[in-house]
């Protein structure tokens, strides 16, 4: 997630245009998730969120396809969507020979047909939504009996902050989710290779 604290880049969200931003992108550590440290701390955090067989996961939003390609490296097939064609075009290249497709397409209605899935994996894109509730009611339906969605947010800097914070994202999942579980990210400085002070947790819902 961009910082918007610290001039490193424009404030993300709504009015970013992500065609623009993509070739960038990857340029922020937790973002690109070059650094060995960084890589392997969000790879730690991936691997106890999602299944430990090999199953379906869905990455909406999928920018760059970071996660995505730490999601086919832990043995899921992968399938990404992104509104922005320069992000999946760089999503493709990032995981040319794996399991994965990805598709320009909106993540609150993402092209996917009948297909279902075992998790819908989403890092920094629901806060951008409008109608979190209808679009949260939407992925649930998107999963086979037993899915989860593994949403990870935050609320992101500390003049005019944005985002969603997590009590509101995990009321808004209580209706939906048997179990909701949710971790804090903020203390973890390798997720994000340096130290912050605003909220960033992951939510991971059993359906
Ligand atoms: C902050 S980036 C996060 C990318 C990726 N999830 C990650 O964590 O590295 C936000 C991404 O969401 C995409 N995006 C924004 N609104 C979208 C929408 N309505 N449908 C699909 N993708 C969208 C942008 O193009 C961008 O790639």
């Not at 760089?90 to 397409?105: E, I, N, Q, T």
């Not at 939504?129 to 949403?151: K, T």
């Not at 005019?160 to 209580?174: F, H, K, M, N, Q």
């Not at 973890?188 to 960033?200: G, I, Q, S, T």
Request: charged share 25%; glycine share 10%; aromatic share 6%.
């Amino acid at each position: 997630m961009t910082d918007t604290t610290n001039g490193e880049h424009a404030v993300t969200g709504t009015s970013t245009d992500w065609d623009t931003a993509a070739a960038s992108f990857d340029d922020e550590p937790d973002h690109g998730l070059r650094d060995p440290e960084v890589r392997r701390a969000w790879a730690s955090r991936l691997r106890s969120w999602l299944p430990e067989r090999a199953c379906d996961v869905l990455d909406l939003g999928c920018g760059t396809g970071s996660l995505s390609l730490l999601a086919a490296e832990q043995g899921h097939r992968v399938t990404g969507v992104d509104l922005s064609p320069a992000m999946v075009d760089l999503a493709r290249a990032k995981l040319a020979g794996r399991d994965a497709v990805f598709l320009v397409g909106d993540a609150a209605a993402p092209p996917v047909g009948e297909e279902r899935f075992d998790v819908v994996l989403v890092r920094h894109v629901l806060w951008t939504l409008p109608d979190p509730a209808r679009v949260l009611r939407h992925w649930a339906g998107l999963l086979r009996p037993g899915g989860r969605l593994v949403l990870v947010e935050g609320v992101w800097g500390t003049v005019g902050p944005v985002g969603i914070p997590a009590d509101r994202l995990a009321a808004l999942l209580a209706p939906l989710a048997g179990q909701v579980h949710l971790e804090r990210l903020s203390d973890d400085e390798l997720l994000w290779a340096k130290a912050v002070d605003d909220e960033r947790y992951a939510l991971v819902a059993r359906v």
